[in-house]
T-cell receptor
Framework: DVKVTQSSRYLVKRTGEKVFLECVQD?????MFWYRQDPGLGLRLIYF???????EKGDIPEGYSVSREKKERFSLILESASTNQTSMYLC???????????FGPGTRLLVL | GESVGLHLPTLSVQEGDNSIINCAYS??????FIWYKQESGKGPQFIID?????DKRQGQRVTVLLNKTVKHLSLQIAATQPGDSAVYFC????????????FGKGTLLTVNP
């Protein structure tokens, strides 16, 4: 089975802090994705990556950056956290030639 | 723009009944569809998928139907159980080369004992 893990289930941060969310997958998938999920808005794509050191902006990249130094790890960075970044953050991965994405358990981030 | 949508935001069924969750899509170029189940506090879990060259696909207690004429997708759950209570949402790939998915907002299924 595909296993996608996220470093934290819950995080509480203060406005202006730099926040790192880590995601690791163990299936040697090329594609990795970061989404945020908000009530009434569904899943929105922040960034994705096709390969190591490759990244592309999704639909809502503002205020975020990413890092993919190793194939199995994809990090989401909030350079200066703001209250409107309070959300559920979901990481997913997929094989390079398949559309099926497998999700991690999510990180619920609260920015005070 | 084109997007994936759902007809019903909530669905309440009795245990043992069959459930049908619907999804409408507007992008005729979409060639792949997937259903996810998300339990409270958890990440989405893959249920079943279907390609546009098929009309029906069955899994264990679940069936996905695709009607390309009216751009409609449905998920049928047989003999619904309390453990099926969750948010279900569909997603589509609009045929691009980067395998991004566009997600619907979800339907909350509640199973009453």
């Amino acid at each position: 089975d595909v296993k996608v893990t996220q470093s934290s289930r819950y995080l509480v941060k203060r406005t202006g802090e730099k926040v790192f969310l880590e995601c690791v997958q163990d299936m040697d998938h090329e594609n990795m994705f970061w989404y945020r999920q908000d009530p009434g808005l569904g899943l929105r794509l922040i960034y994705f990556s096709y390969d190591v050191k490759m990244k592309e902006k999704g639909d809502i990249p503002e205020g975020y950056s990413v890092s993919r130094e190793k194939k199995e790890r994809f990090s989401l960075i909030l350079e200066s956290a703001s209250t409107n970044q309070t959300s559920m953050y979901l990481c997913a991965s997929s094989q390079h030639d398949e559309e099926t994405q497998y999700f991690g358990p999510g990180t619920r981030l609260l920015v005070l | 723009g084109e997007s994936v949508g759902l007809h019903l935001p909530t669905l309440s069924v009795q245990e043992g009944d069959n459930s049908i969750i619907n999804c409408a899509y507007s992008n005729s170029a979409s060639d792949y569809f997937i259903w996810y189940k998300q339990e409270s506090g958890k990440g989405p879990q893959f249920i079943i998928d279907i390609r546009s060259n098929m009309d029906k696909r069955q899994g264990q207690r679940v069936t996905v139907l695709l009607n390309k004429t009216v751009k409609h997708l449905s998920l049928q759950i047989a003999a619904t159980q309390p453990g099926d209570s969750a948010v279900y949402f569909c997603a589509e790939n609009s045929g691009g080369s980067n395998y991004k998915l566009t997600f619907g907002k979800g339907t909350l299924l509640t199973v009453n004992p």
